[in-house]
């Protein structure tokens, strides 16, 4: 319990147990915000001023996002109705989790993993079952697949994990979807699609295609790859029956004219963007091979971040980064995730990962060869 004053009103006992919403810190002109796997390009000159011709601000805008919708249908081969728009992927996750899963039904997924899920499950009245991830900090399949009940109605699987980072292995994944029963909803989180250069990772679209799995659905974001996450957009891409029924949750309206317009200009300038992705991904690549060598066990890193089992160190270590200007995000007892940012941030991440390791005990969880 918290020292907060109580609440006026009567509100779900559940809701009142969960912790008040509390955003990363913002980072002050000095520091390095390497804590929300933002994207450190600004946006594209062209994007922004697409974006500036959106439709006027006294008038709703469309709906569906239609033509943000038909553009992803062509890209991914599929129906119209087989791409839903959402104000950011976490909103359609929402609209699913709600969609499928009430009161006395289970929600499963790894953990540690997003921080949205537990709070999705929660809020939708359901019931979380976290199955937790292996030694090396990768999805456990087998343990997710064994976990599910007749209560299960939905198995969320992020891969690239964020925040630990390694990816699901097509062959993994086809091995797990055969073992969760047809009307089980599957999610397949890809926010970090677009870094991903592993050539074993699971492919969503790769899923989808032939239509063999109707209860998997896919879903990705401009927010990371593309740099757009102040817009909020994101999208579904699934079986249209089971993204009529996120739609039916949804609050309309949420996705707006500019968000789309933005998307869509983001989606024509998407050689340029997939060279900056190519960026980061090789800084990333370079980030985490040099924090081995400094001493770290940091797991196979898929994403725009890369993780740090600092476990019960962790804020200690987290403090050392924070006085050297770079906003990082602690998970307490547990580790750090650290973004992929400019590239002047890099060296002195590893100059401040590199001298807080020495620190550690022998033995320590974070130590040792990855
Ligand atoms: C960032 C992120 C999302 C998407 O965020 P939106 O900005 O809502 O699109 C979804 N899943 C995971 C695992 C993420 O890290």
Not at 104 to 126: H, K, T
Request: with cysteine; charged share 20%; glycine share 8%.
């Amino acid at each position: 319990m918290t020292d907060a004053p109580e609440i006026p009103v009567r509100v779900r006992a559940e809701v009142a147990a969960l912790p008040p919403y509390k955003q990363g810190k913002q980072a002050g002109a000095e520091a390095f915000k390497l804590s929300s796997n933002e994207n450190p390009f600004d946006p594209l000159p062209g994007v922004l001023a697409r974006m500036q011709s959106a439709s006027a601000l006294n008038r709703y805008p469309d709906a569906a996002a239609n033509r943000l919708r038909a553009r992803l249908a062509e890209r991914f081969g599929v129906d119209v109705d087989g791409v839903h728009i959402g104000a950011g992927s976490v909103s359609i996750l929402a609209q699913l989790v709600q969609a499928t899963s009430g009161p006395g039904d289970e929600v499963i997924y790894a953990w540690r993993s997003f921080e949205a899920y537990p709070w999705l499950a929660v809020v939708a009245g359901s019931t979380a079952v976290q199955v937790p991830l292996t030694p090396d900090a990768r999805h456990d399949l087998d343990a997710m697949a064994a976990a599910i009940t007749e209560r299960t109605r939905a198995v969320i699987v992020c891969t690239p994990n964020n925040p630990t980072g390694p990816v699901i292995t097509q062959a993994e994944f086809d091995a797990f979807v055969e073992r969760v029963p047809s009307d089980v909803l599957v999610v397949l989180d890809e926010a970090y699609a677009e870094f991903v250069t592993a050539p074993d990772a699971v492919d969503g679209a790769r899923v989808l295609a032939g239509g063999a799995h109707p209860n998997v659905v896919v879903l990705r974001t401009f927010s990371k790859a593309f740099g757009l996450a102040g817009l909020r957009v994101g999208y579904a891409i699934g079986h249209p029956r089971v993204l009529d029924a996120a739609r039916s949750t949804a609050i309309p309206l949420s996705v707006t004219a500019h968000a789309e317009e933005a998307a869509l200009a983001s989606l024509d300038a998407e050689a340029e963007l997939i060279e900056r992705v190519r960026t980061i991904a090789e800084r990333r690549d370079r980030l985490a091979a040099a924090l081995r060598e400094a001493g770290w066990r940091v797991p196979e890193a898929q994403g725009n971040f890369v993780w740090l089992p600092s476990g019960a160190e962790t804020i200690e270590v987290a403090t050392a980064f924070d006085a050297a200007g770079l906003i990082v995000r602690p998970f307490a007892g547990d580790g750090i995730r650290i973004s992929v940012g400019e590239e002047e941030s890099v060296e002195k991440v590893l100059r401040i990962a590199a001298s807080v390791v020495k620190d550690l005990p022998q033995g320590h969880s974070g130590r040792g060869l990855a």
